[in-house]
């Protein structure tokens, strides 16, 4: 499965990186609602109508990070809800987590934007955008 590729022709069709707009155009709700900690959020299909629900006491970056996520389990794990957790486990996420990982950084890390306004110096570019825990998930 080539998630950058996928990545790249869904914000060369909608001509955003912004996970929330990207949803609009897919006519997915974002519901923000509090939950437990350790969800962040998870995305389901119910009578045909899909859902992203967001925990809302996470902070915004997070919440942002989420709901790129939850459009990767959308876009790549259609049939399935899926929920977020927190990774501070024993266990390895599954792959079906590691690739709506790899979905969110592909989604949320604009690398034009890191070259000219970050002068490609993608420490601080991730630090700024709220991204850090995403950097894992980069592909050369």
């Given at each position: 499965?080539?998630i950058?590729r996928?990545?790249?022709n869904?914000v060369?069709?909608?001509h955003t990186r912004?996970?929330y707009?990207?949803?609009?155009?897919l006519?997915?709700?974002i519901?923000?609602?509090?939950?437990?900690?350790?969800?962040?959020?998870?995305?389901?299909?119910i009578?045909?109508?899909?859902?992203?629900?967001?925990?809302s006491?996470?902070?915004?970056?997070?919440?942002r990070?989420?709901?790129a996520h939850?459009?990767g389990?959308a876009?790549?794990?259609?049939?399935?809800?899926?929920?977020?957790m927190?990774?501070?486990?024993?266990f390895s996420p599954s792959r079906f987590?590691r690739?709506?990982n790899?979905?969110?950084?592909q989604l949320?890390?604009?690398?034009e934007?890191?070259?000219?306004?970050?002068?490609?110096?993608?420490?601080?570019?991730?630090?700024e955008?709220?991204?850090?825990?995403?950097?894992?998930?980069?592909?050369i």
């Open positions: 499965m080539d950058k996928r990545v790249k869904l060369k069709k909608y912004n996970p707009e990207l949803a609009d155009y006519k997915i709700e519901v923000l609602a509090p939950m437990p900690a350790h969800l962040h959020g998870f995305y389901d299909r009578l045909r109508r899909k859902f992203i629900v967001i925990n006491i996470l902070e915004e970056y997070r919440q990070q989420t709901c939850e459009l389990h876009q790549l794990h259609k049939g399935w809800g899926y929920y977020f927190i990774e501070h486990t024993f987590e690739e709506a790899e979905f969110a950084w949320l890390f604009d690398e934007c890191c070259c000219c306004e970050y002068e490609s110096d993608i420490d601080r570019y991730v630090c955008e709220g991204i850090v825990e995403l950097r894992k998930y980069r592909k």
